[in-house]
């Protein structure tokens, strides 16, 4: 039952993911459903999160060290109470000369190697490394275009460069102070039923189909890497009979147990953008009757599961999330170590590394999941600093 290994569940013990989803030996991942995004790995079912039962994150007692975490209102249910815990330590001495740093981040964050922001210092410390990776970011929006947060957002949304033409400025918006996640997931966008970056027409025409949105979305959440059919092929989607819905038609196509195993998996977030046809346009009926965008999805880390009428009642389910919270984590390091050019892809970042990913989630949730914070952490983590 090799799907059982697309669950995180080990991943909760280590506090950040860090693995690769691997098929067998032959690893047809990679070659066949696209992208290097690691995380989801490791094999483990659901766990026995009550959702209801929300841990509030930080709470009245960071112990942490750092900023309090606390009054943000944000509730990450309960499998995620480690991360009200959260704290940041740099890694120790020693570090790569800061004219090395200061090509990573560069290249991190300016998607190219710039000119030093100022004089460098004459050795490196966290503490420049976080403050220079904030002034360039600044950079970003105010001198030469958001680049850096931009390949982010086109990557983890599957997009190719030129079809990441977003209605909202993501990018500025992810430099401010705000909740990186909740504006991702749940900004109202303009238009019923649209909420969130995966609402974008980008988004829905890049991926026009009710298992291609599944997948990149289950892909961009949490890490999951979804294995190819058995036979390695995938089928277009079928064309619907007359009268029936393209979400009766793929059920109907995917109803048999050798199917429905794998899709169940990916399709449920796919169905709650039904109201977007293969172009990104809405609609309320398909094949003359209502759209029907409700379903049930299951959260890989903990098992928890959510029902949902559409991805108005969806989105701000997901942002709640652990498994979303560390999946944007791991997305971003995946990209950012990359870009770097510390590594050749994201599946050739070694299991180890998920201390390092833990310290950056630390960072991440210090800074009440901010953007920025996330950025400071990767610039201060093992990865870029030594
Ligand atoms: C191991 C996982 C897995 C199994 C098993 C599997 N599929 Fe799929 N299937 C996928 C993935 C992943 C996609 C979407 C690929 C993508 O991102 O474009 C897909 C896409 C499809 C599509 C296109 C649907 C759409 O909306 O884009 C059809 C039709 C389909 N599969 C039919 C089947 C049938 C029939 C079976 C059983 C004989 C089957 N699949 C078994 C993983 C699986």
Request: include cysteine.
């Amino acid at each position: 039952m090799q799907f059982r290994s697309l669950f995180l569940g080990p991943c909760l013990a280590a506090v950040a993911c860090s693995g690769r989803y691997e098929v067998g030996a032959e690893n047809a991942v990679a070659g066949s459903v696209g992208t290097a995004s690691s995380g989801s790995s490791a094999s483990g079912g659901g766990g026995s999160a009550r959702p209801s039962e929300g841990a509030s994150l930080g709470g009245g007692s960071s112990s942490a060290g750092g900023p309090s975490a606390g009054g943000t209102g944000l509730v990450l249910n309960e499998s995620c109470s480690f991360m009200s815990q959260a704290t940041f330590q740099p890694p120790p001495p020693p570090y790569a000369p800061p004219s090395v740093v200061w090509g990573r981040i560069s290249r991190f964050i300016l998607d190219r190697e710039w000119a030093p922001l100022g004089e460098l210092p004459a050795e490196t410390t966290p503490e420049w490394a976080g403050y220079i990776a904030l002034q360039a970011l600044a950079q970003t929006t105010a001198r030469i275009g958001p680049t850096g947060p931009l390949r982010f957002l086109a990557g983890w949304l599957q997009l190719r460069p030129d079809d990441a033409a977003f209605e909202v400025n993501w990018p500025a918006l992810l430099v401010s102070d705000v909740d990186a996640i909740e504006l991702l997931l749940n900004t109202p966008l303009n238009g019923p039923q649209r909420v969130g970056i995966f609402s974008e027409p980008a988004f829905l025409v890049s991926h026009p189909s009710i298992s291609t949105r599944g997948a990149a979305m289950s892909r961009a959440l949490w890490n999951q890497e979804i294995p190819p059919p058995p036979t390695g092929f995938i089928l277009p989607p079928p064309t619907p009979l007359p009268g029936q819905s393209r979400r009766e038609s793929l059920d109907a196509a995917v109803s048999q147990a050798s199917c429905h195993g794998c899709h169940e998996l990916f399709d449920p977030p796919g169905y709650a953008l039904e109201h977007f046809n293969e172009l990104g346009q809405y609609r309320e009926q398909d094949a003359g009757n209502p759209v029907d965008s409700s379903g049930e999805l299951v959260v890989p880390l903990d098992g928890s599961t959510f029902y949902y009428t559409s991805m108005l009642d969806l989105a701000p389910q997901l942002a709640n999330t652990c498994a979303a919270t560390l999946g944007f984590v791991n997305a971003n390091y995946d990209d950012a170590v990359v870009a770097a050019g510390l590594f050749e892809s994201a599946y050739a970042i070694p299991e180890d590394y998920a201390v390092d990913r833990a310290r950056v989630s630390g960072a991440f949730m210090l800074g009440e999941r901010s953007y920025r914070a996330l950025v400071k952490g990767i610039a201060q983590s093992e990865a870029f600093l030594r």
